[in-house]
């Protein structure tokens, strides 16, 4: 991670390919991969990696087995006021609902995230997949939302990015109702891009990811931070401006600003050109 951090990865695998893709395995099977505040901390750990990692150019998240890529937020460990670590002690015990700050980090990833989906995704697990930039279902693939059903919701890209995904009336149908949807209504409705035979998945996933790491990093970065802006408002904003600020600080105009400062002279802006 930036800081240098490890952590003991307990309930995710995270693999990193010499061709630059990082992929992030949700390992609870047992469990159709339901996610526990440890799980998603770990998961954040692993993003922040492959962020930080500059032989990283895609992520890949999927659950592990084919039943499920992930089942949402694990409901033994949610106690009276919210997710709870099992057993734990301390700060853990605190009720919490980090995956809404993995959403948000998916979302701000300056680099493509794959969803590649055999199985359940349903509940948070759903929300999961749509927050990332594209999804390969395996024909065995079900989607829905049961937080109705299990006394829960996302008000948040769970239900607003949804309704951009599939439109106001398919989302609410989805909401209200928690009905689950097979691979092919999925990719009818927008929920995915393709539909694969399961024992196809991981080939196809790996084609997606080669074809996208062929191609320009920045411009792949900044269509994202431009696809995400429309929707985020000031954050995503803030995202794009980030990535503007990146390449202005490795242009002549950003350095002769800096290097000006440290030689204690005027900046000469003069010969910069001013483009139409
Ligand atoms: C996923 C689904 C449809 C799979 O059904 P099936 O029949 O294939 O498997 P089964 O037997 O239900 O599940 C296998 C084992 O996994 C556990 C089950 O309890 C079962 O355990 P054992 O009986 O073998 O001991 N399991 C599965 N999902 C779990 C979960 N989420 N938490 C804890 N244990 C789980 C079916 O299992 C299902 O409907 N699961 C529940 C889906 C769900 O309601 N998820 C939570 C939604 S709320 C949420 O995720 C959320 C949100 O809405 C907003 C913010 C954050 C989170």
């Known amino acids: 991670a930036s800081d240098g951090a490890t952590i003991e990865l307990r ?22 991969n339901a996610f526990t505040p440890r799980t998603i901390k770990e998961m954040r750990w692993c993003m922040d990696d492959a962020r930080d990692d500059g032989s990283v150019g895609v992520i890949v998240l999927r659950g592990m087995g084919d039943l499920a890529f992930c089942s949402g937020g694990d409901q033994s460990a949610r106690g009276e006021g919210g997710y709870v670590d099992a057993k734990a002690g301390g700060s853990e015990h605190t ?16 680099k493509p995230v794959i969803a590649s989906v055999a199985g359940y995704a349903v509940g948070g697990g759903h929300i999961l997949h749509m927050v990332c930039d594209l999804t390969i279902a395996a024909d ?13 919701f996302d008000a948040g890209y769970g239900s607003t990015h949804m309704a951009r995904l599939i439109g106001q009336k398919k989302a609410r149908e989805m909401w209200f109702l928690a009905r689950f949807y097979n691979a092919i ?28 790491l062929r191609n ?9 931070n431009a696809l995400n802006a429309a929707e985020d408002g000031q954050a995503g904003i803030q995202d794009m ?3 503007a600020t990146l390449l202005f600080y490795q242009s002549a ?24």
Not at 18 to 31: C, D, F, L, Q, S
Not at 255 to 262: K, P
């Open 95 to 110: 009720p919490r609902l980090n995956v809404l700050d993995l959403q948000m980090q998916i979302r701000r990833m300056p």
């Open 241 to 243: 401006g980030g990535s």
């Open 140 to 152: 065995n693939a079900v989607f829905g939302q049961t937080g109705p059903k299990v006394g829960s």
């Open 253 to 276: 105009e950003g350095n002769e600003g800096r290097r000006a400062f440290l030689e204690g002279r005027r900046p000469d802006f003069s010969k910069f050109q001013r483009f139409p």
């Open 216 to 224: 320009s990093p920045t411009a792949i970065r900044l269509c994202k």
């Open 11 to 32: 309930e995710v695998i995270y693999e990193k390919s010499p061709e630059g893709i990082a992929r992030v395995t949700i390992n609870r099977p047992e469990k159709r």
């Open 185 to 212: 209504d999925a990719l009818k409705m927008g929920l995915v891009n393709t539909v694969v035979p399961l024992a196809e998945l991981e080939t196809e996933t790996a084609v997606w990811c080669r074809e996208i």
